[in-house]
Structures are given as C-alpha cells and as structure tokens.
C-alpha cells in the first residue's frame, strides 16, 4: 500500500513528492534518524532496521520523522519519474540532488529496511536504488541514474561540451574512489564474509577492534589523501565548484559523499574529520547554500 506526502518548497519551484510503502495502519511508519541518512556505519543501518520493526516508541519517539506530514494527493499528473531506495542518502542521494536542482519532480520512493527482504529478489539486481520512468520497468545502478537526469533539464548538470564533461567526469571518478576506499570501513562493519572473515565477526572484539583500525586509517591516511585531491581541483576551477564554475552532477555525487562523514553517525570517525580541508568545508556549504539544495534539506528536518 502506498502513501504519497507531496512537498513544495516556496520558491524554489522544486516539488518533490515523498512516497513511503506501509504495511497498513498501524505499521511502524517512523522514518529512519535523520543521521542515518549518511549511512553512517553497519551497527548504525543494523540498528535502525532493528528500530524499525520495534513499534515500541523508544528510539522511534526519538529521531526526527521525515515526510510525515498528512497524506496529500499532489496536483497535476503525477510526476513521470520514481526513485526507490532506503530511507537513507547514500548511494541514491545523489540522484535526488540532481532532480532537486533541475526542479523536476519524482516520486521519492523510500522503503523500510523491514520491507527489503520481500524486495529484493524482485529487483533487477538485489540492490537499491530503482529508477522507474513513466511506469517503466525500472532501472538499477545510480550512476547511470545520475547522468541520465544530469542530461534533463537544461542540461547545464551535465554539459555536452566534451571538454566540460571530461572535467565532470573525472571528478565524478574522483568521488568513486574515495568512496571505494572508504567502503571497507563501512562493509567490514555490515558484512564482514565479504573480507573473509565469518559472518557476525563484526560483533565480535576483534571484529569490533578491525572496524576501529580500518576507520581509524581511514580518517588519518586516506582520507585527507583525498580531500588535498579535491582541494587541488577546486583551487583549479577557481574555488567554486567541483568541476568548474557552474554546479554540476560531479557536485551531486561529491556532496553526500563527504557529507556522510561529518553526521556523527559513523563509529570512529569524527564529525569534524573533513576540518583539516578548510577549503573542502567551504566547499560543502557553497553547494549547500545552492537555494534549491538549502529548501531539499530543510524540508527534511
Ligand atoms: N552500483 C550500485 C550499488 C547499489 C548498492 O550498493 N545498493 C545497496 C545500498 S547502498 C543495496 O541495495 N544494499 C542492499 C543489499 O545488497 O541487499 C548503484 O550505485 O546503484
């Protein structure tokens, strides 16, 4: 069963529509904390899940309730594009961003972390996000999502000019190498069988103590590696943003990538982590500023 809260941002022209699956009255419709939305670490999304079948209230009644608001039936016809994933930034973030700045509605389709068992053997590839258009048998894998959105709108997310795109895309393969290095950390905290390690290793001491030495490095090491990288790039196109003077769907990846590590939601790593980079922050708050990405993430406070 579906429930669909329409949200508009004064303003901004942006719509997007917040579509969150129910089991039903009475089911456990609480959004996960807003801090998981960095997916901050395999005890945090475990933990959430956990929290979400509990319809006992306790940490329920404490985390802010995203898209909550009564149930509304948007205006028009509904919009042609629905993106499914968790309630959750993450890998689907991006894609959301992209559709924000451009103000194209979608459908913002977020599932419990309960309702995934159920899911995923129907999807194309066990994995979330889903990108459905006009009905369309969904597509799967958020990068290809990302530029297919950056290609809507006037363009301008993801110019056409080859020499701009290569920009972009060089700092979108940036992105993904930060985030490459970074999935270890996070995996070896959620599944450790996939390292060779046994399953619920990470519950164990020495699981718990790798997850610590794994993000430990990462926050000293590789991290900062990455953020003098992006510093570099950035002093390149005069400081602005990522892959020049102009927001572009290189932003829309960047963005909660690094946002993610500043949430406090992740296990040894601190919140002020990125602090080393004053020009990466600055960064950060530019495109946070961006009028459209300000109303997106004030909406969900
Ligand atoms: N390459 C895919 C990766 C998608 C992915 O890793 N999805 C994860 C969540 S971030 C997922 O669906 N996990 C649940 C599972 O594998 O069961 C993309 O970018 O869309």
């Not at 103000?103 to 194309?124: H, M, N, S």
């Not at 290609?151 to 972009?168: F, N």
């Not at 995996?187 to 046994?198: F, I, K, L, T």
Request: aromatic share 10%; glycine share 10%.
């Amino acid at each position: 069963m579906f429930r669909v809260a329409a949200a508009r941002f004064a303003g901004s022209g942006v719509r997007h529509l917040s579509s969150r699956a129910g089991s039903g009255a009475g089911s456990t419709r609480t959004a996960v904390a807003k801090g998981l939305a960095a997916l901050g670490g395999g005890s945090v999304l475990f933990a959430a899940a956990a929290a979400e079948e509990d319809n006992s209230g306790g940490f329920l009644s404490s985390i802010t309730s995203l898209f909550s608001s009564a149930p509304a039936e948007p205006a028009g016809p509904p919009p042609a594009f629905k993106l499914t994933y968790f309630n959750i930034e993450a890998a689907a973030e991006k894609v959301r961003l992209a559709f924000v700045l451009y103000g194209i509605d979608f459908v913002d389709d977020r599932i419990q972390f309960g309702e995934w068992a159920d899911l995923k053997p129907k999807t194309k590839y066990g994995q979330l996000p889903l990108l459905s258009i006009d009905g369309a048998e969904p597509v799967a894998q958020s990068l290809a999502m990302l530029r297919y959105v950056g290609r809507l709108g006037d363009g301008s997310l993801y110019p056409q000019c080859k020499c701009k795109m290569l920009e972009v895309e060089e700092a979108m393969g940036l992105t993904e190498d930060m985030e490459r290095a970074w999935r270890p950390c996070l995996y070896a905290g959620m599944r450790p069988q996939e390292y060779g390690y046994p399953e619920g290793y990470n519950k164990t001491e020495d699981g718990q103590a790798l997850v610590k030495k794994l993000r430990g490095e990462f926050v000293a090491t590789t991290l900062p590696k990455y953020l003098t990288y992006i510093e570099a790039q950035l002093d390149k196109h005069g400081g602005t943003f990522i892959a020049g003077d102009r927001i572009t769907i290189a932003d829309c990846h960047l963005l909660p990538t690094l946002n993610k590590f500043t949430k406090g939601f992740i296990d040894h790593v601190p919140t002020d982590c990125l602090n080393t980079h004053p020009k990466v922050v600055a960064y950060m708050a530019r495109v946070m500023a961006d009028p459209k990405i300000a109303a997106w993430y004030a909406a969900q406070k």
